[in-house]
């Protein structure tokens, strides 16, 4: 077989990113905007984006911190809460500023402390959601500090997930950043209405991989990178090309010095270098021709949406991924991979 050297694809979408706010955005944004045509942007900034309002003052700071010329659109997120008024989560979807509504349950993981308590607490709220058919978009773990870590995905499929689709059968639910076998196996047992996204983290690493010659805190996420059938089962959804699978990286940036500390907080910054990330596992797993369902197609057809308009190309070539970026507040933030060669760039 003729290896393959260059790769040209409609341009890909980042179907789950943290951008924050202030100077962290400032610094991180231009490396999502310079790939993604879209991105589905996470709402857990302190105070979360909770109302509709609000979704549009974050969209406007997004829009005026991108690069001149730059072509990227966000595509806004509310913030689930006990209280949230069904009638603004409508009027900011009718209105175009939130594309869907992201499910944190209370304590899941960074910045979800208002999250939801108790799912009774939102059943308006998703009897809306189905009407609107709105994407309902879960951080898909169960807060109960009894489960083990590497287990709160999997019991969140049976305690949260399959009775939530039981019950709205219309709902349309993104099971976000899955990393198990079982969410591969539950989202392709639901049909078309059920997508997912999957990083490409947890398509790179282990959890053996977080704890390799000591603790990696930069290698620290949620949901936990799970054990090496996993990544596996994960590697083999991707590189399938079915429509329920697209890319989304969580890319959660995070300083230096509260990454590395004694109580490290999680997530991955992987928006520096993420198709070419990606593009390499399509590559070791044989599968570029299924890339550009992955990245670029899979992800509009669930939402909805045209693909991009204008193309990228990726060319075969070895660089090696800065240590750091810099904020201007004097922190730092460390990419995924930092030091490492990487094979693939993006023309
Ligand atoms: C995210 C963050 O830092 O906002 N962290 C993470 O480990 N992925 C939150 C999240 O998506 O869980
Ligand atoms: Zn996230």
């Known amino acids: ?190 049909g078309p209405r059920v997508g997912a996204t999957i990083t490409v983290h947890h398509l790179m690493i282990n959890r053996t991989d977080i704890f390799k010659g000591g603790i990696h805190p930069h290698l620290y996420c949620l949901p936990i990178a799970k054990r090496e059938q996993h990544r596996l089962a994960l590697r083999e959804a991707a590189t399938s090309g079915e429509a329920q699978f697209f890319l989304g990286t969580d890319t959660a940036p995070h300083a230096v010095n509260a990454k590395e500390s004694a109580c490290g907080c999680a997530g991955i910054f992987s928006a520096l270098s993420a198709v070419e990330l990606y593009a390499q596992v399509f590559d070791e797993e044989q599968a570029l021709d299924q890339f550009e369902a992955f990245a670029s197609l899979n992800g509009p057809a669930f939402y909805g949406l045209d693909p991009n308009a204008d193309k990228v190309t990726l060319k075969r070539e070895a660089w090696q991924v800065p240590d750091a970026i810099e904020v201007a507040d004097g922190s730092t933030v460390q990419p995924f991979l930092a030091g490492e060669t990487l094979n693939w760039k993006l023309v």
């Open 1 to 190: 077989m003729t290896e393959i050297d260059t790769l040209t694809i409609h341009r890909p979408d980042d179907w789950h990113v943290h951008l924050r706010d202030g100077q962290m955005m400032e610094a991180v944004l231009p490396y999502t905007a310079q790939q993604f045509g879209r991105a589905i942007v996470m709402p857990n900034l302190v105070p979360p984006v909770m109302t509709a309002k609000a979704g549009a003052e974050y969209r406007d700071r997004i829009n005026k911190a991108l690069p001149s010329g730059s072509t990227f659109e966000p595509l806004m997120t509310a913030y689930l809460t006990d209280n949230t008024d069904p009638a603004d989560l409508e009027a900011g979807f009718k209105d175009g500023i939130f594309t869907a509504a992201k499910l944190y349950p209370a304590g899941a993981t960074t910045n979800s402390d208002s999250g939801v308590t108790n799912f009774a607490n939102i059943h308006a709220v998703l009897d809306k959601m189905e009407e609107l058919t709105m994407p309902l978009l879960v951080h898909g773990e169960v807060t109960d500090p009894s489960i083990d870590i590497f287990d709160r995905e999997h019991v969140f499929i049976k305690r949260v997930m399959e009775p939530t689709l039981d019950r709205y059968q219309g709902l349309k639910v993104v099971f976000e950043h899955i990393t198990t076998s079982a969410a591969v196996d539950f989202v392709r047992s639901q």
